[in-house]
C-alpha cells in the first residue's frame, strides 16, 4: 500500500512561486507513475503534469513552460515547481500514484493566487 502526503500549498501572490512536494511511504512509489492534478471550485479534477518510473514528463498546455514536475526516488517524493503563478492557478492540488496493479490520491494541498 502507497500512502501519498501533499505539501507546500498557500497563499502567494500572482507572478510568484510555490513548490508542492509529494511524499509517499510503502513500497512501489519508485515504479510508479505520478501525478499532479488540481481541483479549482465548480470544475471538474483536471490533470496538471505526469512523471514516469524514468522520468519522462508530460504538463498540460495550461502551465507549460511555467510547471516543471520532477521526482527524487531515493526520496520517494515528486515535486511541483510552479512559477509565474497566476489566479486562475488557484484550486486543490492533489498528487496520485498508479501502476498497473494500484492506484492511489493523496489528499490534496491548497493553492490560492491573489492578484
Known amino acids: 500500500q502507497v500512502q501519498l502526503v501533499e505539501s507546500g500549498g498557500g497563499l502567494v501572490q500572482s507572478g510568484g512561486s510555490l513548490r508542492l512536494s509529494c511524499a509517499a511511504s510503502g513500497n512501489g512509489f519508485s515504479i510508479s507513475v505520478v501525478g499532479w492534478y488540481r481541483q479549482a471550485p465548480g470544475k471538474q479534477r483536471e490533470l496538471v503534469a505526469f512523471?514516469?518510473?524514468?522520468?519522462?514528463?508530460s504538463t498540460a498546455d495550461s502551465v507549460k513552460g511555467r510547471f516543471t514536475i520532477s521526482r527524487d526516488n531515493a526520496k520517494n517524493t515528486v515535486y511541483l515547481q510552479m512559477n509565474s503563478l497566476k489566479p486562475e492557478d488557484t484550486a486543490v492540488y492533489y498528487c496520485?500514484?498508479?501502476?498497473?496493479?494500484?492506484?492511489?490520491w493523496g489528499q490534496g494541498t491548497q493553492v490560492t493566487v491573489s492578484s
Open positions: 512523471i514516469t518510473r524514468d522520468g519522462g514528463t
Open positions: 496520485r500514484s498508479w501502476t498497473a496493479t494500484y492506484d492511489y
